[in-house]
């Protein structure tokens, strides 16, 4: 697929972060990405909560350590780091005083590649990165205890799965996603675009708050594409008409159903 998006101009929203498959990839094939952040990553409101959940899960609470973002490494990894908790998934440690060593599951290609950056071992993951299926490849969980750290806007599908199925499920919010502040001349470049790429509701709702009644004609002509039904739902909310979902919604998967859709219509 090399140069398959030369001469493509895309918009891309997601919060800025280092090692993003979505602009990394869409540069690589060739595109001019316009790197419009719509939200950004905030500290969680209480880390102190995010400490108490770190010092449980060095003291051997949980059976699992369930992450579905890559947003909710870093906070995780700084307060074990900090707290002096070492390697967290150290299989030859100590359990702790509860006798047990958490596995870890990681939702999506990116969410383990952090926790792989950490130092971190990734124990499953399931094949598609949703969070049904998430809760299908922890299989019987009954009587696990389970830690599950999220960002303040995620869904309530992964905890009353796990919880349905008999689980203690201790939630910790490690991030927030909040607005960026946005450069009114960073918008006016918006136009002329071939692809818009959404990889979260909160950043097509980032977008939509700050054109409003300019969104669907700064858009217009370009392909929408979302990562996932969720997000595709979020853009549908703000009136767009969405083009282009992959099958598996992982941002390299986002990608390659970028280069194919723009194949087909050309």
């Given at each position: 697929m090399a140069g398959a998006l030369t001469g493509r101009r895309i918009l891309v929203t997601r919060a800025a972060r280092p090692h993003d498959p979505l602009a990394d990839d869409l540069a690589r094939l060739g595109a001019t990405v316009l790197w419009l952040p719509t939200v950004r990553i905030a500290p969680p409101a209480d880390p102190g909560a995010v400490d108490a959940a770190v010092m449980a899960w060095r003291d051997g609470r949980y059976d699992w350590v369930v992450l579905t973002s890559a947003n909710a490494v870093p906070p995780l990894a700084e307060a074990a780091a900090r707290l002096g908790a070492g390697?967290?998934?150290?299989?030859?440690?100590?359990?702790?005083?509860?006798?047990?060593?958490?596995?870890?599951?990681?939702?999506?290609?990116?969410?383990?590649?952090?926790?792989?950056?950490?130092?971190?071992?990734?124990?499953?993951?399931?094949?598609?990165?949703?969070?049904?299926?998430?809760?299908?490849?922890l299989g019987a969980v009954a009587g696990q205890?389970?830690?599950?750290?999220?960002?303040?806007?995620?869904?309530?599908?992964?905890?009353?799965?796990?919880?349905?199925?008999?689980?203690?499920?201790?939630?910790?919010?490690?991030?927030?996603?909040?607005?960026?502040?946005?450069?009114?001349?960073?918008?006016?470049?918006?136009?002329?675009?071939?692809?818009?790429?959404?990889?979260?509701?909160?950043?097509?709702?980032?977008?939509?708050?700050?054109?409003?009644?300019?969104?669907?004609?700064?858009?217009?002509?370009?392909?929408?594409?979302?990562?996932?039904?969720?997000?595709?739902?979020?853009?549908r909310e703000c009136g767009l008409a969405v083009d282009i979902v992959p099958s598996q919604h992982t941002a390299r998967d986002l990608v390659a159903a970028i280069v194919s859709d723009l194949e087909h219509a050309s």
């Open positions: 390697r967290m998934d150290d299989r030859a440690a100590d359990a702790g005083r509860h006798g047990r060593q958490a596995r870890i599951c990681a939702v999506g290609p990116a969410t383990a590649a952090a926790i792989e950056r950490a130092g971190w071992r990734v124990d499953r993951q399931p094949a598609t990165a949703t969070a049904h299926d998430l809760v299908a490849a205890h389970i830690l599950f750290a999220h960002g303040d806007l995620a869904g309530p599908t992964v905890q009353a799965g796990l919880e349905a199925g008999g689980a203690v499920v201790d939630t910790v919010v490690a991030y927030r996603t909040v607005a960026a502040e946005i450069d009114p001349d960073r918008l006016a470049e918006i136009g002329d675009l071939d692809v818009a790429a959404f990889a979260s509701g909160s950043a097509v709702r980032g977008l939509a708050a700050a054109l409003g009644d300019r969104l669907a004609p700064a858009l217009a002509g370009a392909r929408i594409a979302c990562i996932g039904p969720a997000t595709a739902a979020a853009a």
